[in-house]
Each structure stands twice: as structure tokens, then as C-alpha cells.
């Protein structure tokens, strides 16, 4: 890289949270790369900063880091149920409409007492 080519700080954060969340997960660079479609030495590019990581990919990033897109901007989940809240909204999409209407009575019901 031409010494006159200044890193961008928000390319150098994205890349850090993809490498933490990485790490966190015990992948490795050359994991993540095939699960994105990219070699290993691309994401090593991306984790420091040097390239920066188009939109698809990102999100490509996030479903395989199993975590949302604002994650990898260095935004934490507004709570620790975060993880949670999006494994029963999978569920929910499943239910039926009168099956989650019941559900919601139960959890009004809950939250009430």
C-alpha cells in the first residue's frame, strides 16, 4: 500500500470488531474466508483496515459470526437477551397467526404480574 493512502478509522474498527467476534467464536481467518467466499488473506485485509468490506459481505460477516450487522460496527446489542430475542423471533415466524396471538396474551400476561 502506497505510503500517501491513508487507513480510514471506521475501516480499522469494522475489521477490529470482525476480529474480535472472530476470535471470540475460535474461527480462523481462512474459516471465515470460505464461509464468506474470499481468501484468508482478504480477511486479513479487511481486519486491519487495509480494504474495506462492501455492504453484502458485511452482512455475509455477520450471519456467519451469527450476529447483527451493527455488531461489526463496534455497536453493542442494546442487551444481553439480544441473542435470545432473535432465536424466538425465528420461532415466531413459524407460528401461526392464532398460535402467536396466544403467545402474546401469555407474555402480556407475564409482564402484567
Not at 480510514?8 to 464468506?36: N, Y
Not at 446489542?77 to 439480544?82: D, F, K, Q, R
Request: overall charge positive.
Amino acid at each position: 500500500m502506497p505510503s500517501h493512502v491513508k487507513l480510514d478509522p471506521a475501516d480499522i474498527r469494522i475489521g477490529r470488531c470482525v476480529a474480535e467476534r472472530r476470535i471470540q467464536q475460535g474461527r480462523t481467518q481462512a474459516q471465515l474466508g470460505t464461509a464468506i467466499g474470499v481468501t484468508f488473506q482478504q480477511v486479513q485485509k479487511y481486519e486491519r483496515g487495509l480494504n474495506r468490506i462492501a455492504a453484502s459481505t458485511l452482512e455475509r460477516i455477520a450471519a456467519y459470526l451469527d450476529c447483527p450487522v451493527a455488531n461489526l460496527f463496534g455497536e453493542s446489542e442494546p442487551n444481553s437477551n439480544t441473542a435470545s430475542a432473535r432465536a424466538i423471533l425465528k420461532e415466531w415466524e413459524k407460528l401461526r397467526p392464532d398460535q402467536a396471538e396466544a403467545i402474546l396474551r401469555v407474555a402480556r400476561l407475564l409482564n402484567a404480574g
